[in-house]
């Protein structure tokens, strides 16, 4: 996959709008505010790929990207932000659950947390559906320079520890200020891509 392709296509905002899934997809899924576009604009290398936004729930559509012919990147829209209205969270439910259970061809969940604080309730939900859907997942933890050594090295054990379910190597510590793992992530994605 040649990640310099990568280019937005279009914003949805009904499970309806939705265009046939027709090559694999690679799929963000992350809390409001907890760093998505930026790390989407780091793998792919590109200052303003994803419009990163300084309110946190503004992304309420589902972006596609497309990475040339091979693929697309799914942006998904942000959960658990609390100023949300309830009808707004009943619509992102149901987008998402028709997302994931419409036999798209989804390749790869790249699952964002915070790494500063313990995975959220939304967090760990959103884990146990992949796990119960059967999809193939990895867990990105933003934010890494935000703490020092000895806070980081607190989180990684302690991450292993809350997440014990998600296998050690899949639980990847990132900054989107020092590239910390970006190169990693790629990694992944490319051989979950050429698998």
């Excluded at 119960?132 to 890494?144: E, F, L, N, Q, R």
């Amino acid at each position: 996959m040649d990640f310099s392709k990568a280019q937005f296509e279009r914003a949805y905002g009904t499970f309806e709008q939705l265009p046939p899934s027709s090559v694999p997809e690679i799929v963000f899924s992350g809390r409001s505010n907890v760093g998505k576009s930026s790390l989407i604009n780091k793998v792919f290398n590109r200052k303003n790929l994803a419009r990163v936004s300084s309110v946190p729930g503004k992304t309420v559509t589902i972006n596609f990207y497309s990475v040339g012919k091979d693929a697309k990147i799914v942006d998904l829209p942000g959960y658990g932000y609390a100023k949300v209205a309830k009808n707004e969270k009943i619509r992102w439910a149901n987008m998402m659950e028709k997302y994931f259970n419409s036999g798209r061809q989804i390749k790869l969940v790249v699952q964002l947390v915070d790494m500063r604080h313990p995975a959220t309730a939304d967090d760990i939900m959103m884990m146990e559906f992949l796990e119960s859907a059967g999809i193939d997942y990895i867990v990105v933890m933003t934010k890494s320079d935000k703490l020092n050594k000895g806070e980081y090295k607190d989180r990684v054990e302690k991450s292993g520890q809350e997440l014990s379910f998600v296998k050690p190597e899949n639980i990847i510590p990132f900054s989107s200020q020092s590239g910390e793992n970006v190169d990693k992530i790629k990694a992944i994605i490319q051989s979950y891509m050429e698998a």
